[in-house]
């Protein structure tokens, strides 16, 4: 094929979409996330010759002014949600920046139509977790540590949450946690600096989500652990008394999750539960 051929039907590709409507432009979005999703779920080595489809898709919805719009909400969710499960498709290796950015900011939008709205909150509280999580794998690299976190809460969460060392106190002192690295100077290093600025974010939009979650009744247990993930993780790198007060948290997330009818939690989770839980009141 001639460079003149392919640049006259480049020209062609783009008329074409130029003149679409919006709603043949929202189809064609939905189809490119549709493919993500499946990406993702069964081939995720194959992500990086995707890329290309999902920047074309956020082009279109800005071009839309999607995410403006309050009447799409169910539709700008599903959207998001692919398009954030595709940028932190490994993200113990990080993210692809733009993409991960991109959910953010419009999560951001919505939230401003939907202040209290569970689902647009978790999804901050999932990409500001998801985006600590590289951060966390270098802290274990960095520093040799043999204990290594494992996956999130059943409801597909991915974490690398730093593994907490505690020197539990007897059961008589229950109310008393004394996390030994806490006191470690390492805490004030870049690194944790760094994980802390993503991790408080997460626990805090996570939190909110509890909140809106347990006043319509709605609260369900793969939000709970998340958040339990975000409160452990912060912990992990913070220091005393903060840290106390993270665990602590996280525990009682996972009693409430652990409680509710049909769930189950996630085998790392539970064996937390089981080996800290009897320490937190």
């Known amino acids: 094929m001639s460079r003149h051929t ?16 919006p709603e043949e432009l929202v189809e064609q979005v939905k189809s490119i996330v549709t493919l993500l999703y499946e990406v993702v779920s069964s081939r995720p080595h194959e992500w990086e010759a995707y890329v290309p489809s999902a920047r074309s898709a956020m082009t279109a919805l800005d071009r839309l002014r999607f995410f403006r719009d309050p009447a799409r909400f169910a539709e700008q969710v599903w959207i998001l949600q692919g398009l954030q499960d595709f940028a932190y498709h490994d993200a113990d290796s990080g993210c692809i920046r733009d993409i991960a950015e991109y959910c953010q900011a419009s999560w951001l939008r919505i939230l401003r139509n939907y202040p209290e709205n569970v689902e647009t909150l978790t999804g901050l509280g999932r990409n500001w977790l998801q985006r600590a999580q590289a951060t966390l794998a270098r802290i274990h690299r960095e520093e040799g540590d043999s204990s290594s976190g494992g996956s999130g809460g059943s409801g597909g969460q991915t974490g690398n949450s730093l593994d907490v060392d505690c020197d539990w106190k007897s059961e008589d002192d229950s109310n008393y946690i004394k996390a030994t690295l806490s006191a470690d100077p390492r805490r004030q290093g870049p690194l944790y600096v760094e994980a802390r600025g993503y991790l408080q974010p997460a626990v805090d939009f996570y939190t909110r989500a509890i909140q809106s979650a347990d006043a319509l009744g709605s609260t369900t247990g793969d939000l709970l652990a998340a958040a339990a993930e975000s409160q452990m993780s912060l912990g992990n790198v913070s220091g005393t008394p903060a840290d106390e007060r993270f665990f602590a948290q996280a525990i009682r997330y996972l009693r409430r999750a652990q409680a509710l009818p049909g769930y189950t939690l996630s085998v790392y989770l539970g064996q937390y539960l089981n080996d800290y839980g009897r320490y937190v009141s």
């Open 6 to 21: 392919g640049s006259a039907r480049h020209r062609t590709h783009g008329s074409r979409t130029q003149d679409q409507s």
